[in-house]
């Protein structure tokens, strides 16, 4: 069994959030144009990843790029892409192993989320790490989706992505494909919110001020639930 310590969870706050503030409102300027700092129940949708990642792994990075004093109030390290040019999530994903590896080097694992999914499960990495079966990376997918963000990866790794990422590869399953990967599924919940029934994605990310509102009310049916699927 891979233990919690032996792995690193990178919070990938890399991305240009373009569909989140096209229209400059939303709390644009507050945010700095960052996904994860907008407001959730009083407090930024990073707070709530952070929340649920910080329990399954050994330590955590964000991988961001830009002034990282903007994250300071969450008291964690920041690692910008070592590959410039916003290139994708795997630039993420390579900075963490890269930090990882020169921070955590008794670390075998990182664990990728999104700043931007604050319902990921409280025991993602734990599936994660049982689903591998002898491959070298796992992936989650629920509701038929892969979720290419949401994943565990060996540090080993690092060099073999950096040659990928500067021969020109982007997609992450174009890079995933060429080791074993295996897919772990998560289920799909319905859950009651204000407005009626709704159904909870674990890796719903808020891309849009459309699903921004949505996470909100669905993490306003915590109240209401005790233990329900959004706190389980």
Same mark, same amino acid.
């Given at each position: ?11 990938? @706050? ?13 709390? @644009?300027? @507050? ?59 795997? @630039? ?141």
């Amino acid at each position: 069994m891979m233990v919690p310590g032996a792995i690193v969870g990178v919070l990938l @706050a890399g991305g240009q959030s373009r569909r989140m503030f096209a229209g400059g409102d939303r709390g @644009a300027a @507050a945010a700095g144009g960052d996904k994860g700092l907008l407001d959730m129940a009083g407090q930024p949708m990073l707070a709530h990843v952070i929340e649920r990642i910080r329990p399954q792994v050994g330590a955590m990075v964000i991988n961001a790029n830009g002034d990282p004093a903007r994250f300071a109030a969450f008291g964690l390290p920041v690692a910008a892409d070592t590959v410039g040019g916003f290139v994708g999530p795997l @630039a993420g994903v390579l900075a963490g192993m890269r930090w990882s590896r020169a921070n955590v080097p008794e670390a075998s694992h990182i664990a990728s989320v999104s700043t931007d999914a604050p319902f990921v499960p409280v025991d993602l990495v734990a599936r994660l790490a049982e689903g591998l079966l002898g491959n070298a990376i796992a992936l989650a997918r629920s509701g038929g989706e892969v979720h290419p963000v949401i994943g565990l990866w060996p540090v080993a790794l690092a060099d073999d992505l950096e040659a990928a990422l500067k021969d020109g590869v982007r997609k992450v399953l174009a890079w995933t494909d060429r080791h074993g990967t295996s897919i772990v599924d998560f289920a799909v919940t319905p859950v009651q919110t204000a407005d009626g029934e709704r159904f909870l994605d674990p890796f719903f990310n808020a891309n849009t001020p459309g699903e921004l509102d949505e996470a909100r009310a669905l993490l306003a049916a915590r109240t209401g639930f005790g233990r329900s699927p959004l706190n389980s």
